[in-house]
């Protein structure tokens, strides 16, 4: 199997991959995972540069796969050529709309932002959990670890906001998609 290099896009994505590599909720082997010089099962680098500098002048004999987890489509990584001839993959994980969505499923407040009138609309998942649900440290490291202490419940928040939201489109991966079965 492959090694996996979990790039996240923020902290509350970082969190998630933490708490379900922790938990051994994640289809990859924690044997697997890429760590990060301070032993993080992932890394905020997005960018190619950054992400060939810190991970790629190490050799993966089984190969490596770049698991970017964004809540948008974050358009090509384009390796530099030398390592575009290694064995890398690259695989997008889509948290559509946003990873906050998860907190609306958990607070079962995800039907309420759904149906939000004309004039909230331009409010994301996160500035509807800190307007609606005064979780005004919804962003903050320390508020989502103590959130998501509990990996079952992420698990379950996952696969519900998956089936709510109809999963991803066009075929794109989720973090359902990184979970046990």
């Given at each position: 199997?492959?090694?996996?290099?979990?790039?996240?896009?923020?902290?509350?994505?970082?969190?998630?991959?933490?708490?379900?590599?922790?938990?051994?909720?994640?289809?990859?082997?924690?044997?697997?995972?890429?760590?990060?010089?301070?032993?993080?099962?992932?890394?905020?680098?997005?960018?190619?540069?950054?992400?060939?500098?810190?991970?790629?002048?190490?050799?993966?004999?089984?190969?490596?796969?770049?698991?970017?987890?964004?809540?948008?489509?974050?358009?090509?990584?384009?390796?530099?050529?030398?390592?575009?001839?290694?064995?890398?993959?690259?695989?997008?994980?889509?948290?559509?709309?946003?990873?906050?969505?998860?907190?609306?499923?958990?607070?079962?407040?995800?039907?309420?932002?759904?149906?939000?009138?004309?004039?909230?609309?331009?409010?994301?998942?996160?500035?509807?959990?800190?307007?609606?649900?005064?979780?005004?440290?919804?962003?903050?490291?320390?508020?989502?670890?103590?959130?998501?202490?509990?990996?079952?419940e992420l698990v379950r928040c996952i696969r519900e906001a998956t089936s709510k939201l109809g999963g991803n489109k066009n075929d794109q991966l989720g973090l359902i998609d990184l979970l046990k079965r």
């Open positions: 199997m492959r090694n996996v290099l979990f790039s996240c896009e923020g902290t509350a994505e970082c969190v998630v991959i933490e708490h379900l590599e922790e938990a051994g909720k994640l289809i990859v082997p924690a044997c697997n995972i890429v760590h990060d010089m301070d032993g993080n099962p992932c890394t905020s680098y997005r960018s190619a540069k950054d992400i060939q500098r810190e991970f790629l002048g190490i050799d993966y004999p089984n190969g490596l796969l770049i698991a970017r987890i964004v809540d948008s489509n974050p358009g090509k990584l384009l390796l530099d050529r030398p390592y575009r001839l290694r064995d890398i993959k690259i695989y997008d994980f889509i948290t559509r709309p946003e990873i906050e969505v998860l907190i609306l499923v958990r607070e079962n407040a995800l039907d309420c932002f759904n149906k939000r009138p004309t004039s909230e609309r331009q409010l994301s998942a996160s500035d509807w959990c800190k307007q609606k649900l005064k979780m005004s440290e919804v962003k903050s490291r320390a508020f989502l670890e103590g959130y998501w202490n509990d990996a079952d």
